[in-house]
């Protein structure tokens, strides 16, 4: 199982980036896969999460109307859409999924399968 997140770079405030992650040995189709982000000196802190099963998103309050997360089940590919950037968004980015077969972001999943990390840095 692997999954590879790329697209991350330095951007100004109120730029864009999106972000990809990569699944190989992983189906994302009806599994719940998300975005995780730490910052330097802080904890890691959920981003978004989707339900590849019915398209159903999630978002924490501090992305929530900036951020789009969507999935593409042919690629197994994940994407975050990052919008209207700010310097708190400044992190390493992770792409995460949960094994199980049917598992959806709104019953309690857990992600077990990393993705290695992308920095996304927003400065001025």
């Known amino acids: 199982v692997q999954l590879q997140a790329s697209g991350g770079g330095s951007v100004q405030p109120g730029g864009s980036l999106r972000l990809s992650c990569a699944a190989s040995g992983f189906t994302l189709a009806y599994r719940a896969v998300g975005w995780f982000r730490q910052a330097p000196g802080k904890e890691r802190e959920w981003v978004s999460c989707i339900s590849s099963a019915d398209g159903s998103t999630y978002y924490a309050d501090s992305v929530k109307g900036r951020f789009t997360i969507s999935s593409d089940n042919a690629e197994n590919t994940l994407y975050l859409q990052m919008d209207s950037l700010k310097p708190e968004d400044t992190a390493v980015y992770f792409c995460?999924?949960?094994?199980?077969?049917?598992?959806?972001?709104?019953?309690?999943?857990?992600?077990?399968?990393w993705g290695q990390g992308t920095q996304v840095t927003v400065s001025s």
């Open positions: 995460a999924g949960d094994r199980v077969y049917g598992s959806s972001c709104d019953s309690g999943p857990v992600f077990t399968s």
